[in-house]
């Protein structure tokens, strides 16, 4: 058997994921976690969250959900066009922030990071295949990094 995957998840850091596994591990998979932990509903929200609409505009190449007009204008006029900088200061997100309202209190920050890294890793592949698939005749570059001991992410095209 040869198994090919364009990501792998740390199921670890998924809460009961092991502890219900251990109690079922001949048929204990992702499709069962997910089916007991979301519903429908969930599953079509998520799916714009890793293939998020793109506006081009000016040259530029922004997140559907961060694009405003105004914070465009006002990046635009800063960096005098500068297509890179604008897409980079546009599209920048701290990753905690897609799901902030709900962390568990009993976790601890050390784990909660690391949570925080494992989203970025599938979201920054994600959006790469996007951008291949969208723009195959522009070079996108997704960027994940720390910044203020936060994880952000972002994407810019790189001339």
């Given at each position: ?16 994921y ?7 591990p ?45 914070v465009?204008?006002?990046w ?8 890179k900088a604008?897409?980079?200061?546009c ?10 309202n ?28 996007n951008?291949?698939?969208l723009?195959?005749d522009?070079k996108?570059v ?18």
């Amino acid at each position: 058997m040869d198994k090919k995957s364009l990501i792998d998840i740390n199921t670890d850091l998924l809460s009961e994921y092991n502890e219900i596994k251990v109690l079922n591990p001949d048929t204990w998979e992702i499709g069962e976690y997910l089916n007991l932990k979301y519903d429908m509903n969930a599953a079509i929200a998520f799916s714009k969250l890793y293939f998020p609409d793109f506006i081009e505009k000016d040259g530029c190449i922004i997140l559907g959900h961060r694009y405003n007009e105004q914070v465009f204008k006002q990046w635009q006029d800063y960096f005098n066009g500068d297509v890179k900088a604008i897409e980079s200061m546009c599209n920048s997100y701290e990753v905690m922030d897609y799901f902030q309202n709900n962390r568990p209190v009993t976790e601890s920050l050390d784990f909660y990071n690391q949570v925080i890294d494992e989203l970025a890793k599938t979201l920054k592949k994600s959006w790469e295949i996007n951008c291949q698939i969208l723009f195959p005749d522009k070079k996108i570059v997704v960027e994940v990094y720390d910044e203020y001991d936060a994880t952000r992410i972002t994407l810019y095209q790189d001339k």
